[in-house]
């Protein structure tokens, strides 16, 4: 397959970014998305060479700089903006997951980084995403030390629960939600950590307080106000529900109204 | 030579050693925990967990990671399990039985005292998951659920769906995040440690580089822990995360830190098979898919081959034309014998023309009989995420159409040696998780990776470390001026331009995947002396030929991602020789190391007690000299070896 790419350049965070546009030939349906970027950045290091044989040296074309490290859909270290969606046309999947068998031959695809107000471009594809460490540090936790915690079966939980707070719990913080909203919100992923600990007993005693801290500090990092467009539930490659915002909200609630 | 390798191994009852030894090492009282710093690199389960606790403790703790955040650490895409002898199930499981299963399943390769100590940290282990809002799967009755895996006859494996690294990881994460906003931990995301500093003999800080400006910067400590993972990756292709890789070790070892049982790795039997030149990595699907899928290759040539020219789907094949090869050979513990031996099998049937794709390089992996038996929603309730990955990636349905698997290196069961505290050769420097030796010998049991990485820094490293640190309290902190830091800042300066000023022909990925050649069919499933020499020399040409016609674009002081990749591969290229020299010295077959010249009649391992129980542990010599090796000697005081028997 043959596909002519648009991508984002920016060489770094202060740097005026454009569009450059690159074609690409002889790619197998099976290839993933990322290893098409691999074969990319092997021409542009090369480009100008001659054929492999011969040792001119490479010109050194500039590789495009992208995130990426499992490979397997887990890290949340991917994060491309492939045709106007994050992680591209195929649903429930981070970029690494998707393949070429998704497009079509002689396709134009656009590539972009995050697009958000929370996550500035490093450089070319690659974005901060600190703030969400930023977010979980203030309340993301359950406040044990190590050691003298009780035995694991000695407060049973509810399977319906403790399956609800997987759900939730399955959130890779790759940040799709945020880059695919509006508003550039991070409700969905601060509510599903929220959420995730609120379903379980060992979480609920400081739920309100989470609650409270954590969407604190969302604003604070200049995270935009959620508008319930569900466009984040759309675009999240692990299907994360937009119910846990609801939960998460009455948490908040509860922590204004107990002030 | 046995000054050099001490392992400590405390006196005494196999079930008393560790209370004893905890009994009697020093602590440090919390007033001078405030004045002693540790650094951690990694943040893995075993990282992420030593930095939390240790931070809690009252150390101050820097934590550094080459991802932008803790959490991407590669533990996060464990999938199957954890293990603990919680015998939930009244299955008579106990820490005995989890301590033989490990033992028995590293092939006797491990050491009895610390296996033992981590099948018997294995309980508090879940407790403290649980406490930190760990989603594990329960039953109805609101109580947690196991399942079995590999080299085990009890279920004792506790999961999260198909998630449990990440759950755990999160869990570590949360702990670590909470130690970071009571400002007890400092995190240094996106750093890539390039140096261990030693001063007269004793691990006092890093050099590490910020991946963002390319700035060296220069971290001085009283103790430094590696939790840096294994080194899976030097085969390019492999289970690991692209950013994993064994520099971190690597540049500890040349430093001083003996490097043990380098050619143990393991080969996991279940990876999905590799689809063409371009492919960048090998996704695994987890072994808890044994526990209701069922292995096998036809058993007529002629199915193979209307297999391979796409003239009938697998499902075609009837029952009794099938070959349930492992069921076949070891009927006692069926498709979950342990992984060595299951890739072995699968292999031997591979190399006998029964492979069932293209390739000739895949068995098949099937749930049509769970399906029938329990029925598809059960199944999708078990596996699900698994079986959609497999379907996006490879555009086949598993619920109808059996999955296809071949072997892929995943784990590195050799690593930095360490005694019973988790100290290296280098006092001050320990190591923990993946990136040390000592818990799996030849072969890890699957579901033990997590229990050990948590274990380790949990458990076991905060208590060992204060033993250390509780006579560095009257040490004065090390200025990172002292000319220790200028000279280790000046030489890996001097080899990231080295590497850029090359200009050559190559780029680093091309001279990786050669290397990950010569490994894999040298150093990889199957081994001989005639191979392991030639993939010696044929490394150290490539080497060289790396080092003048590799071209790195770009510059040091900025984001080179090209650069970080060609720095590793240099370590690569020199831990790969060691892993092949380690591989020919060590003239048996044992676990994941399986040298053809030792192996039984009907193709099973010979392991030699007589001459190679011990710990192969290498010391760097110089860039030109043959690393020294120093022996180990393992000594089974409570467990006899014997043969290792999945068939009855």
Redesign the interface.
């Known amino acids: 397959m043959n596909f002519t790419l648009r991508i984002w350049r920016q060489a770094n965070a202060k740097a005026k970014g454009k569009f450059e546009t690159y074609t690409i030939e002889n790619i197998s349906a099976d290839t993933s998305f990322l290893e098409m970027m691999d074969i990319l950045n092997d021409r542009l290091i090369r480009q100008g060479c001659e054929p492999v044989a011969v040792s001119k040296g490479c010109k050194g074309g500039d590789p495009v700089a992208f995130d990426h490290d499992c490979r397997e859909g887990i890290c949340g270290m991917c994060s491309l903006y492939i045709n106007g969606r994050a992680h591209g046309p195929d649903d429930d999947v981070t970029t690494c997951q998707l393949h070429m068998r998704k497009f079509n031959d002689g396709d134009i695809i656009t590539i972009e980084p995050w697009r958000s107000r929370g996550f500035p471009v490093i450089k070319d594809l690659v974005v901060d995403r600190s703030a969400f460490d930023k977010i979980l540090q203030a309340g993301g936790f359950i406040s044990v030390n190590t050691g003298g915690v009780p035995d694991a079966n000695a407060i049973p939980v509810p399977k319906e629960k403790s399956d609800e707070s997987m759900d939730a719990a399955a959130c890779v913080g790759c940040g799709a939600c945020v880059a695919t909203c509006k508003n550039g919100s991070a409700m969905l992923f601060v509510s599903s950590r929220v959420s995730s600990l609120a379903l379980l007993p060992q979480g609920k005693l400081e739920a309100a307080r989470r609650a409270k801290a954590m969407v604190a500090k969302m604003d604070e990092l200049g995270f935009g106000s959620c508008t319930n467009t569900q466009a984040c539930e759309m675009e999240c490659p692990k299907s994360i529900s937009i119910t846990h915002i609801a939960r998460m909200n009455r948490e908040f609630l509860l922590a204004n109204l107990k002030d | 030579m046995a000054e050099k390798l001490n392992a400590k191994i405390p006196e005494g009852e196999l079930a008393e050693k560790w209370t004893n030894h905890k009994s009697h090492i020093r602590v440090v009282s919390p007033a001078n925990k405030r004045k002693l710093d540790i650094i951690i690199v990694g943040t893995g389960l075993g990282g992420a ?1 030593a930095a ?2 240790l931070g ?1 403790l009252g150390y101050n703790v820097k934590v550094f990671c080459i ?6 650490a ?1 533990s ?2 464990a999938q199957g399990g954890i293990n603990a002898a ?1 015998n ?1 199930q009244n299955d008579n499981d106990s820490v005995y039985r989890l301590f033989y299963d490990t033992i028995k399943g590293g092939d006797y390769r491990s050491r009895e005292g610390n296996v033992y100590r981590l099948a018997e940290v294995s309980n ?1 282990i ?8 760990v ?10 659920d196991n399942r079995s895996f590999g080299g085990a006859q009890v279920s004792r494996t506790f999961y ?2 198909g ?1 449990t ?3 755990l990881l ?1 869990g570590a ?3 670590l ?2 130690a ?2 009571k400002k007890q931990v400092t ?1 240094f ?1 996106r750093h890539e440690m390039l140096d261990l500093i030693v001063i007269d003999g004793e691990a006092k800080g890093l050099i590490a580089r910020n991946l ?1 400006t390319g700035d060296i910067e220069r971290h001085a400590a009283h103790a430094v822990v590696l939790a840096t993972g294994g080194y899976g990756n030097v085969f390019f292709l492999s289970t690991n ?3 994993s890789n064994g520099s971190a070790a690597w540049r500890s070892y040349k430093k001083g830190a003996c490097f043990a049982n380098p050619c143990f790795a393991q080969i996991h039997p279940t990876c999905i098979p590799v ?2 030149e ?4 090998l ?2 699907m987890s072994e808890s898919l044994r526990n209701d899928g069922r292995i096998w290759v036809p058993k007529k040539k002629e199915d193979v081959e209307k297999l391979r020219n796409k003239q009938i789907n697998p499902s075609q094949i009837p029952e009794d034309e099938r070959d349930y090869y492992l069921e076949r050979r070891y009927p006692a513990f069926g498709n979950l014998v342990p992984r060595d031996v299951a890739s072995r099998a699968a292999k031997e049937r591979c190399d006998a023309g029964f492979g069932v794709n293209e390739t000739g390089l895949a068995v098949f992996l099937d749930f049509s009989t769970a399906i029938q038996r329990l029925g598809k929603k059960v199944i999708e309730q078990r596996y699900g995420n698994l079986f ?2 497999y379907e ?2 490879t ?1 086949v349905n598993p619920y109808e159409e059996p999955m296809m698997i071949y072997p892929a290196i995943h784990y590195t069961m050799g690593g930095l040696w360490v005694d019973y505290n988790l100290m290296t050769t280098i006092p001050g420097l320990y190591a923990v998780g993946e990136a040390n030796f000592s818990d799996h010998g030849g072969n890890r049991l699957g579901a033990s990776a997590l229990m050990q990485g948590l274990a380790d820094g ?2 076991i490293l ?1 208590y060992t470390i204060g033993d250390y640190l509780a006579g560095k309290i009257q040490e004065k902190k090390v200025d990172t001026n002292h000319p220790a830091f200028v000279e280790a800042e000046r030489a890996v300066c001097d080899k990231m331009n080295k590497l850029l000023a090359v ?5 680093v ?2 001279y990786h995947k050669r290397l990950g050649r010569i490994m894999w069919d040298n150093v990889g499933m199957a081994r001989n002396e005639a191979g392991l020499k030639k993939a010696i020399e044929e490394i150290r040409t490539l080497r060289m030929e790396f080092w003048e ?1 590799v ?1 790195v ?2 510059e040091p002081g ?2 080179n ?2 650069l970080e990749k060609a720095a590793r591969v240099a370590d690569f290229f020199e831990l790969g020789e060691l892993m092949a020299l380690d591989a020919l010295n060590r003239r048996e077959s044992c676990g994941g190391h399986f040298r053809e010249e030792m192996q039984t009649d009907d193709g099973e391992t010979l392991r030699d007690d007589n001459n190679y129980m011990y710990v192969s542990a290498w010391e760097y010599k110089g860039p030109d000299a043959e690393p020294e090796r120093h022996k180990e000697t393992l000594n089974y005081e409570f467990v006899k070896p014997s043969t290792r028997n999945y068939k009855d």
């Open positions: 967990s939390a606790s809690e991802s932008d955040s803790p959490r991407r590669h996060i895409a919680k939930y508090l879940i407790d403290q998951c649980v406490a930190q809002g989603p594990f799967a329960r039953d109805y009755g609101g109580l947690l999260a769906r998630q690294g990440q759950q999160l994460y949360a702990a995040n909470r970071i906003s995190a995301p963002v995360a692209m950013n689809h063409g371009q492919q960048s990595k996704t695994l959609q990955m996006k990636i555009d949990y458990f905060p200009k050559g022909a190559q780029t990925d091309y016609n071209y674009p770009g900025e984001f991602q090209e």
